[in-house]
């Protein structure tokens, strides 16, 4: 029997930043979106950020070509 489950959506238990990235990817395939894939570097960057803030610092466009 389980008495209890832990979640650590954070990464202070575990850095979980290549998993992370790894989701990130397969959504970003899943919907067709072309972009570089995303490293387990760019989560941890972005860690403890806001969803919006996170998605506008990583989805970048060089040179405004989007």
Do not use: Y
Not at 48 to 53: A, L, N, R, S, V
């Amino acid at each position: 029997m389980i008495d209890s489950v832990v979640f650590d959506l954070d990464g202070t238990l575990w850095d979980t930043s290549a998993a992370c990235a790894i989701g990130w990817n397969r959504v970003l395939g899943r919907h067709g979106i072309a972009f570089r894939p995303i490293t387990e570097h760019d989560v941890r960057r972005v860690t403890g950020k806001p969803h919006e803030q996170c998605i506008r610092e990583v989805f970048v466009c060089p040179k405004r070509t989007c």
